[in-house]
Every structure is written in C-alpha cells, then in structure tokens.
C-alpha cells in the first residue's frame, strides 16, 4: 500500500472522535450562562464568567468547590472571555461593553477599566495576556487591540481589512491565543471556522493552513482556544466538542489529529488546561429561553488523551 495512503488511514483513525469520562465542577446560580474560563495553575484555581449580569467565579481545581469572585451586576460589562498572566492578574474581555477590565487575583480588587474607542457595534471577546501586555478580539469590527502595560489605553493594534482575515456578517474574532515565545497570536473566526495566525514582529496576518488526513478542513463553531506548545484545542460550541490540532512549529499549518466528545458537554465555549485535564466552559447558550435548561450549570474537566 503506497506510503501517503497508510499515513492517511493512520490519521482518520486518529481525528475519530473519542468519549472522555469528565469531573463535573458544578456552579453556583440559576442563571449564570458561562463562557469564559482561565485557570491559575500553580495555585490550582480557576476562574468563570457569567455572561448574564458579569459575576466572575473562582473554582477551587483539587475540591470543586466554587464561589463568587466579583460580585455581580456590572452593567454595562458583561464577562466573556478570561486570562491570567504571570503577574497573578486576571484580564477581562467586557462583551458589548467594548472594555477590558484587569484584577488583582490575590484581592479581588479591580485594577484598571481600559475602554476601546466608541463604536456603533463591538463585542470584545477574548483576551490573552503576554509580556506585561495583553490583546483582545471585537467580533463585531475588524480591529485586534492591544492594551499596554501602563493599562491607560486600547489601541487599535491590527485593522484586518484587506487582510486574509476577512470579517463578514456575525460572529467573527473570537478566541485568542500566543505561542510559548510570544512570536505568534492565534484567532479563530467563529462564522467561518478559520484560524489565523498574527506575527507579533511585523503584525502580518496570514491563514493557518488547517487539514484532516488529506482534506481542507475549518473548526465549525471555533470558540475559545487553549495552547499548549504545539498543541491547539480549538472548542466548538453547536458541533458539542474539543479539535485537537498538531500546529508546525511556524504555526503556518496545522493538523487536526483527535476530537474530544463528552456526554456532559452541553454547547462548551471555551477551556483551560490544569494539569492532565481540560476545563471545559458548558454555556447552554442554546438552552436560553427555553425549558431544556439543566441545572446546575457546570464545568467538564475532561482528561487529554
């Protein structure tokens, strides 16, 4: 059997989607709709967002245990996407709100409101936080901010138009990651199931070249990313799982090479990793509104294979 053949078999053996057996960390509220997660490792806390009236959780990784961390409602904030970085701050990505706030994990205390400029329709996403500074995605317009580390300002660092990133109607840029050297960011386009990689050198954006066995391949339902070295999980809220993605080391390309399932997962936006686990956000955004509800809402930590 010709060579290219028997690596392809192998691969599609590998991409067939695997049932994990996942802790369930449970969340305290009737009504919380999570969506972000990112988890203090070392300390072994994690934290949530709420998307309906801006409540942050904090989940105790080893106990289960969870309780508020700052105290809901925060209007107009609403609390999307979530990152803590190495100076023990968590970093806050405000939805339509258009701000990013920052907090003393230690605390609780807020550090710093930095806004974006006004526009007629924003949703700031996600946020990663990298070298003292941190980048944040706006689904709505095709701009990537990068906030300072003096945290005064939130400057529009990347326009994407005319770019390989082409925004169209809905959800566009969504979760953000960077590489372990701080060269590259990761977006994923949520419409379109596309990933993009942005070179933090020279701001150049370029489409990652994503494959399954020998076809062209997109995340569907792209949400929140979690990278870990070469490995991408790409979590896809409708299709109800986790792509596991080998990225090459330029991050030019990558392979889809596993998918994880679980009976528990219920519409996941986002995840961290904390020791061998993933920490899976289930929103049940596609419960709203209706009497398919099931409480409470909750968090998978589902093994990595």
Known sequence: MPGKIIAWLTLLVATVAFAQSAQIYNLPGEAVFPEGIAADAEAG?????STTDGTILQGDVATGEVSVFVAGPQPPFTT?????????????AGGGS????????????????????????TFINDVV???GEAYATDSSRPILFRIPPTLDSAEPWVDFT?????YIEGFNANGIEVSADGRYLVVVQMNTGNLYR??????????????EGMMAATVEGGDGLELDGLTLYVVQNAPHKIAVLEL????SSATVVANITDPSLGFPTTAVKVGDQLLVVNSQFDKMDTDDLVLPFTVSGVPVP
């Not at 999307?80 to 806050?92: A, F, K, M, Y």
């Not at 942005?198 to 494959?211: C, F, N």
């Open 45 to 49: 806390v994690f934290f949530v967002s």
């Open 80 to 92: 999307v996407g979530l990152d803590v970085d190495s100076q023990g701050r968590l970093w806050v």
């Open 98 to 121: 258009g701000q990013i706030r920052v907090y003393d994990i230690a605390t609780g205390d807020l550090v710093a409101t930095v806004s974006t400029p006004e526009a007629e329709a």
């Open 129 to 131: 936080a990298v070298d």
């Open 162 to 166: 005319g770019t390989a990133f082409e």
């Open 198 to 211: 942005i070179d933090r050198e020279t701001k150049a954006v370029s489409l990652i070249d994503l494959s």
């Open 248 to 251: 090459e080391p330029d991050f």
